[in-house]
């Protein structure tokens, strides 16, 4: 930061320069609340830069923030990295990603859930061409897949990618007391729930 010009009077208490050292330096990302659980001081993160087709840094995660934002729902985490060549640039935008080992869940795929804001169901092949409303508890999303906590096993089938739409708690609970066949006009393919 450059605070002062030619010609510019200057006193004994002011500040003409500020430098700063970027050959390591700060990245700070928002994580949403629901994945705060997951992030944790001295995990690895890998930084890329968005607009560049060049390998990212690794750095590590070195302060989580205790406070929600209570608009975006979101915290802010603290990633220290190398910058000996000076590619991240104060005030840029970069990419975080964070691997985080859940082992094996019963998942589903995310278009699957029916969500009404008050309950969550799947349609579990019922066999004999029926499927069977299930409502679920969902836990952990992550690439196009919602974890099942309970309501579905493993091994079973449920209806992926049904190309009928719920927008009520009462259609909802008018398709929850009726069984849906496969030879309903509904364009349902069926997926296996399974583990990972």
């Given at each position: 930061?450059?605070?002062?010009?030619?010609?510019?009077?200057?006193?004994?208490?002011?500040?003409?320069y500020?430098?700063?050292?970027l050959?390591?330096?700060?990245?700070?990302?928002?994580?949403?609340?629901?994945?705060?659980?997951?992030?944790?001081?001295?995990?690895?993160a890998?930084?890329?830069?968005?607009?560049?087709?060049?390998?990212?840094?690794?750095?590590?995660?070195?302060?989580?923030s205790?406070?929600?934002?209570?608009?975006?729902?979101?915290?802010?985490?603290?990633?220290?990295?190398?910058?000996?060549?000076?590619?991240?640039?104060?005030?840029g935008?970069?990419?975080v990603?964070?691997?985080?080992?859940?082992?094996?869940?019963?998942?589903?795929?995310?278009?699957?859930?029916?969500?009404?804001?008050?309950?969550?169901?799947?349609?579990?092949?019922?066999?004999?061409g029926?499927?069977?409303?299930?409502?679920?508890?969902?836990?952990?999303?992550?690439?196009?897949?919602?974890?099942?906590?309970s309501?579905?096993?493993?091994?079973?089938?449920?209806?992926?990618?049904?190309?009928?739409?719920?927008?009520?708690?009462?259609?909802?609970?008018?398709?929850m007391?009726?069984?849906?066949?496969?030879?309903?006009?509904?364009?349902?393919?069926?997926?296996t729930?399974?583990?990972?």
């Open positions: 930061a450059k605070a002062v010009s030619a010609g510019h009077r200057i006193e004994a208490a002011s500040t003409l500020t430098i700063a050292d050959s390591r330096v700060w990245v700070l990302a928002d994580a949403y609340e629901t994945d705060l659980p997951y992030i944790e001081v001295g995990q690895p890998a930084v890329n830069i968005a607009s560049r087709e060049v390998a990212g840094e690794e750095g590590h995660v070195t302060f989580v205790p406070v929600v934002d209570v608009m975006s729902r979101t915290a802010p985490f603290r990633i220290e990295l190398s910058n000996i060549d000076g590619r991240y640039r104060p005030g935008f970069v990419d990603s964070i691997s985080i080992p859940l082992g094996e869940r019963v998942v589903v795929p995310s278009e699957s859930v029916l969500d009404s804001g008050i309950r969550k169901v799947v349609f579990v092949d019922g066999g004999e029926r499927f069977e409303p299930r409502e679920i508890e969902t836990g952990v999303r992550t690439n196009g897949l919602i974890e099942a906590r309501g579905v096993m493993a091994g079973e089938r449920v209806v992926a990618g049904a190309t009928f739409f719920i927008d009520s708690e009462s259609q909802l609970q008018a398709v007391n009726a069984s849906v066949t496969k030879g309903d006009d509904n364009g349902a393919a069926a997926s729930g399974h583990q990972h």
